[in-house]
């Protein structure tokens, strides 16, 4: 009987309150939703070829961690908005004679009735969608499918159990809610006001140098190595300051603005200022979160879609050369062996080269700057900080670039990988000098890049003799090992570039014991494909899951202040306030709580541009203009979604605080 009483009292609740359940019920389906198609998907993919440990795989698990942690929070902030804006009613139902248990069973069945509705909804919706979302991932990735309805369970059971634990810390929240408070406190939780905050200079100082640091961590990095070490501090850094400034700093900056008399005192100025003034301790964090989730929004889904969109250009900068040949130990005569099998297995084919470059050389890394270096290792280790030198004949410089540069023994042609030329007109390897006669700003074995993950220089000396001799004096006696790259671009189907470098490499790897790799571009592009597909897919996952925690966050907290709000509306329009004066303060309040997060947003995305742009680079993306595209058309889209956000806002206040 009593059970049957309480769950009779939790649905009229739901009923009443819908203004407030049912965008919180909406929020529960949608998360859900989220949810149960990146498992599903996850779950379908293993189906298809096996992906388990893949790159793709790991990018989905590391999704439903994510999406995890998402569902968390959106589901308790919202909740927090919920049973803060109920506090009167169940203060009221304690004045009526039930006690703190009778309440905990009807919230106990308040969360059933959300929590069914959530995980059925959710789970029937997913089950709609997911199958597009499974197709629109394939094509992503350029796997080819077919058409087929199916419903994983093992996705199903995953999802009810993870929400299942979900609202069951929100029915833990909530009865803690209800038994550490006292009905007096309930009855008066609605309605309790702010004292005018003071202005906290240290916090605001500390926000000002934060952001200052942060943002000059991410400008003025320098090179690869250096972005990703400050990666990690510089958003920490902007964070923390985000939340000081929002703290401090907007207190600070409406006190400004309530200290200039002619903006101060009228009407519309005056009732904004001031009831953002006494409302920011709480509207604070609130708002720090819209701006860091927005960033976020903003920086996934303009780095996501410019890979994807720019894959032309990673594939070139990644493959300079439509096939390249790599031996790792390498004489004279094993280079013509290589040259003769490569040579037959075109002409099978009936393949032409061209663009092409031969080049043997040694490879050691290097520590120092400016003409000055010291051997760290003879061999080509990969280092972020240190400076990767290849030695080759100038024989092979001539022949790549139809030059016919003689060299003395301490004379040498350099290039270097980075932006900048090298510049001087000598180097010295430990103590061995060399004069440059000449830089060429390119050659066909190596591309200039913009921001190379490790730096390289290529020195080519007189001859064989000369590189030998100079191992020889550096390694104390050790002879050098030689490697050999050969590259080229190509005429023919893809068909018959693949059963060409397959021949080559089964010729020299089976026939003549030879250790070599070979790099067809078209063999690797379905891989890459693959990689920045999952990363797009990735970047519009959780680019949709923090814009849905934006539009979430915006919403309540609007509908939360404006039930705070009501009484003080009402109190205006009987002193005198016209019912168009009333909404030309609400959309001034608003728009000021509205776009201040944005504002700083944007500021975040243009200070964190140069940081992500070199991001990218390791990436093999250098098309910049392509990148400052997609942040642009990346924010106007997200400012529209926002701009129609802060309109279904603003009439919902609108029509609270005139009820």
């Not at 004379?411 to 103590?431: C, M, P, Q, T």
């Not at 990689?531 to 519009?540: E, K, N």
Request: with cysteine.
């Amino acid at each position: 009987m009593h059970n049957a009483l309480y769950f009779t009292l939790a649905k009229s609740n739901l009923k009443k309150n819908r203004a407030i359940y049912l965008p919180y019920l909406l929020a529960n389906v949608l998360i859900v939703s989220m949810y149960y198609i990146l498992t599903s998907i996850r779950s379908m993919m293993q189906t298809y070829e096996t992906t388990q440990g893949s790159n793709t795989d790991l990018m989905l698990r590391f999704c439903t961690v994510v999406a995890v942690i998402m569902a968390f929070i959106i589901l308790f902030y919202v909740n927090s908005f919920v049973i803060r804006q109920r506090k009167k009613e169940i203060g009221l139902y304690c004045v009526l004679g039930m006690e703190k248990r009778h309440l905990s069973v009807m919230m106990l069945w308040e969360v059933v009735l959300t929590s069914l509705g959530g995980i059925v909804g959710g789970i029937v919706s997913g089950a709609l969608f997911s199958q597009l979302a499974f197709l629109v991932f394939l094509a992503l990735l350029r796997i080819p499918s077919d058409l087929r309805f199916e419903i994983p369970l093992g996705a199903v059971g995953n999802t009810c159990a993870v929400f299942g634990v979900l609202y069951l810390l929100v029915l833990c929240y909530n009865l803690l809610s209800i038994l550490r408070t006292s009905p007096i406190s309930f009855l008066q939780g609605a309605k309790e006001g702010e004292r005018e905050p003071k202005v906290k200079k240290i916090p605001a100082v500390l926000g000002v140098i934060f952001l200052a640091t942060g943002y000059g961590l991410a400008l003025f990095a320098d090179g690869i190595y250096e972005t990703i070490k400050v990666f990690l501090p510089a958003v920490l850094l902007v964070i923390f300051a985000t939340y000081f400034l929002f703290l401090a700093g907007s207190i600070a900056l409406l006190k400004w603005m309530k200290r200039r008399e002619r903006f101060y005192y009228r009407p519309k100025n005056f009732i904004t200022v001031s009831g953002m003034l006494y409302r920011m301790k709480q509207n604070a964090v609130g708002l720090a979160n819209i701006c860091i989730l927005s960033t976020m929004v903003l920086v996934t889904l303009s780095t996501t879609v410019s890979l994807n969109m720019g894959m032309e250009n990673i594939m070139s900068n990644r493959f300079p050369k439509e096939l390249i040949l790599s031996v790792y130990q390498s004489d004279e005569n094993l280079t013509r062996t290589v040259d003769t099998v490569v040579a037959e297995e075109m002409n099978r084919q009936g393949l032409r080269q061209k663009n092409g470059y031969r080049c043997q050389y040694t490879s050691l890394v290097a520590d120092g700057k400016g003409e000055e270096y010291t051997v760290d290792s003879f061999d080509s280790t990969f280092y972020f900080n240190k400076t990767l030198i290849q030695i080759a004949p100038v024989s092979y410089y001539n022949e790549m670039n139809q030059d016919e540069i003689k060299l003395a023994d301490n004379e040498a042609v350099i290039f270097s990988s980075s932006k900048e030329n090298y510049g001087k007109d000598h180097f010295r390897l430990d103590g061995v000098d060399f004069t440059i006669v000449k830089e060429p700003d390119e050659i066909p074995m190596e591309e200039k890049q913009e921001f190379p993950v490790m730096d390289t220089l290529t020195l080519f000396v007189k001859d064989v003799g000369t590189v030998q001799n100079l191992i020889s004096s550096l390694s104390g006696g050790e002879a050098a090992t030689f490697q050999y790259s050969y590259g080229f671009d190509l005429d023919g189907s893809e068909a018959k570039k693949e059963a060409a470098a397959t021949a080559i490499t089964n010729r020299l790897r089976n026939d003549y014991g030879i250790a070599c790799d070979i790099e067809l571009r078209g063999m690797y592009e379905e891989d890459f494909h693959t990689f920045y597909g999952s990363f797009l897919f990735l970047g519009i996952f959780l680019g949709g899951l923090f814009l849905m925690a934006t539009v979430l966050i915006i919403y309540y907290k609007q509908i939360s202040e404006g039930f705070e709000d009501r009484n003080r509306y009402q109190i205006m329009q009987k002193v005198g306030m016209s019912r168009r004066e009333v909404k030309k303060t609400v959309n001034s309040q608003i728009r000021m709580v509205f776009f201040l997060p944005l504002g700083l947003a944007t500021l975040h995305v243009a200070a964190a541009f140069q940081l992500m742009r070199r991001l990218l680079a390791s990436f093999n993306l250098t098309n910049v203009n392509l990148f400052i595209t997609c942040t642009i058309g990346t924010l106007l889209v997200f400012s529209v979604i926002y701009g129609l956000v802060f309109k279904l806002t603003a009439r919902e206040y609108y029509k609270i605080v005139t009820k």
